[in-house]
């Protein structure tokens, strides 16, 4: 069984540039929820994708904006990018349908905006 | 506004002795509650979690404690091992997007077992 795999690991991009980060979602698997971990905090909710349509949106500009491909795999596009982007950018997948379905996290993206 | 918060951003503990880590929520719509662990370099794992319909849930070495009117959580874990020195993050969810939660997340704290 494969987990939930990220790319790049890392990433460095300049004030006003786009970014594309991708994840994989667990075998299996059929939604996943993306979130930001800025430095000495906790992971905050951005989106989550479910049938390949956004479900449920946090507290994030529209310039944050995501895919979800058949194959259960996602995409976060972030455009305009602002020096506060700096985080750490974690997907997760989970396979709705449990009653508390267990989200599982991959290794995240390390995103530096200069 | 930091709904779910994590006060100690710390914690040191000899091996063997309990470590207790706390939570602290303030949305009383919550009604489910989990502790995830991180390496670094790794995502959040998974440890344990709780209904709010229960005030306690074990599973082996680590236990989670939930006391509502406090709006209060903690996780337990005895004994403690060098291996669980990590950062555990308290997380609430409320709501259900056709689902799948969206989890809120508490800020962590540093947890280091000491031989």
């Known amino acids: 069984e494969t987990g939930v795999t990220q790319s790049p690991t890392h990433l460095i991009k300049t004030r006003g540039q786009q970014v594309t980060l991708r994840c994989s979602s667990q075998?299996?698997?059929?939604?996943v929820s993306w979130y930001q971990q800025a430095l000495g905090q906790g992971p905050q909710f951005i989106f989550q994708y479910y049938r390949e349509e956004e479900n449920g949106r946090g507290n994030f500009p529209p310039r944050f904006s995501g895919l979800q491909f058949p194959n259960y795999s996602s995409e976060l596009n972030v455009n305009a990018l602002e020096l506060d982007d700096s985080a750490l950018y974690l997907c997760?997948?989970?396979?709705?349908?449990?009653?508390?379905?267990?989200?599982?996290f991959g290794p995240g993206t390390r995103l530096t905006v200069l | 506004d930091q709904q779910v918060k994590q006060n100690s951003p710390s914690l040191s503990v000899q091996e063997g002795r309990i470590s207790i880590l706390n939570c602290d929520y303030t949305n009383s719509m919550f009604d489910y509650f989990l502790w995830y662990k991180k390496y670094p370099a790794e995502g959040p794992t998974f440890l344990i979690s709780i209904s709010s319909i229960k005030d306690k849930n074990e599973d082996g070495r680590f236990t989670v404690f939930l006391n509502k009117s406090a709006k209060h959580l903690s996780l337990h874990i005895v004994p403690s091992q060098p291996g669980d020195s990590a950062v555990y993050f308290c997380a609430a969810s409320a709501e259900r997007i056709q689902g799948a939660q969206k989890l809120v997340f508490g800020q962590g704290t540093r947890l280091t077992i000491n031989p």
């Open positions: 075998s299996g698997h059929n939604t």
């Open positions: 997760a997948s989970s396979l709705v349908g449990l009653a508390y379905n267990e989200q599982f």
